[in-house]
């Protein structure tokens, strides 16, 4: 065998450890989560597949679902920092960013930036929609930038940096809806449904006895940080990226491919849905044990990447056509080839 020939069986082989290791921390972290959190293995997914693509994930659900319990297992079972902030009209941007307070030492009076609840790796936005725009934009800098600025300076925040918000989809009184430019932010919005009846047994079993189980950490932040770095090193074959920008190029009103989008669609996904697409299809590829994602991948990420990003007119609304029902008979009408 030759010194090239050698190198890329060297280079096939370590690239296939990558993948098995990727695929059975995975599989251990949404194990661990599973211990605790009844029912919601989808949304679980899903959340843990935004974390390593480097986004944030947006939850809508009634109140009692697991939401929190979601959050807070997952920052245990990864040894993060964990905080959560419940949004309320009253909150105020320094509430969640921090700020500057005048401090007495021996040196004198100072200025000492005290830093508020969004300094940690995974941050609990309860409620997002309660709190005024002012306060929401306040979470855009730090969602986008990895970082927040108070006066003239920036502080970085820890990486890696999570957001994951949740929103009440039924009281809809004394809230203000997040504006396109926060809901672009988010890689995932995900809806949580009401458990079925078995499901439902699961949880009074596991929350009303003597012992709640108890989390263990699986993987530690590094391991975390080089699982990201391996979503970024995937490659894409051109038609499955092809694909993915010919179905964001499709919810457009002026570029549709289906009449429904003409008909309902105020305005159609950004770049972003197309990123977020991608790394999700990635992380489905690697989950799988495949060194490429398929269209069957980018299928299967597609819908809550796009769902908050397809926004609806007024014939749309009234209809009462969603943006899922919207996305879901795009895919179906697209082929995976021109």
């Known amino acids: 065998m030759t010194a090239p020939e050698a190198s890329e069986t060297d280079g096939a082989a370590a690239a296939t450890a990558a993948v098995a290791a990727f695929r059975a921390d995975l599989d251990r972290l949404l194990a661990e989560i599973g211990r605790r959190l009844?029912?919601?293995?989808?949304?679980?997914?899903?959340v843990?597949?935004?974390l390593?693509?480097?986004g944030h994930v947006l939850i809508e659900g009634v109140p009692g679902l697991g939401k929190t319990l979601l959050v807070r297992t997952l920052a245990e079972a990864l040894e993060l920092t964990f905080s959560r902030v419940q949004f309320t009209p009253d909150l105020m941007p320094a509430d969640v960013i921090g700020t500057n307070l005048i401090v007495d030492d021996a040196g004198g009076r100072r200025f000492e930036f005290q830093r508020g609840p969004i300094f940690a790796h995974v941050v609990l936005a309860d409620e997002i929609n309660r709190a005024t725009p002012k306060t929401q934009s306040a979470l855009l800098e730090a969602m986008q930038e990895q970082s927040v600025t108070v006066g003239k300076q920036t502080h970085l925040l820890p990486p890696p940096f999570f957001v994951l918000a949740t929103q009440n989809p039924i009281e809809m009184e004394g809230t203000y809806p997040l504006p396109e430019a926060q809901l672009d932010r988010f890689t995932f919005k995900l809806r949580v449904e009401f458990p079925g009846r078995a499901d439902l047994h699961g949880i009074l079993d596991r929350t009303t006895g003597t012992e709640a189980p108890a989390v263990r950490a699986v993987l530690g932040r590094d391991r975390l940080l080089e699982m990201r770095r391996l979503v970024r090193e995937v490659p894409v074959a051109r038609p499955v990226q092809d694909y993915v920008v010919r179905l964001i190029e499709g919810t457009h009103p002026?570029?549709?491919t289906?009449?429904?989008i003409e008909r309902f669609v105020r305005y159609g996904s950004s770049p972003r849905?197309?990123?977020?697409?991608?790394l999700a299809a990635k992380i489905e590829a690697l989950r799988a044990g495949r060194f490429a994602p398929s269209f069957a991948d980018v299928r299967r990420v597609a819908l809550p990447a796009l769902r908050h990003r397809v926004l609806l007119n007024f014939e749309g609304e009234a209809e009462g056509v969603t943006s899922d029902v919207i996305v879901g008979r795009l895919l179906a009408?697209?082929?995976e080839m021109p």
């Open 273 to 278: 849905g197309a990123q977020a697409i991608i």
């Open 38 to 46: 009844v029912g919601q293995s989808e949304i679980a997914t899903g």
């Open 48 to 50: 843990v597949s935004a």
């Open 254 to 256: 002026a570029r549709a």
């Open 52 to 54: 390593l693509a480097g």
């Open 333 to 335: 009408a697209l082929p």
């Open 258 to 260: 289906i009449p429904d």
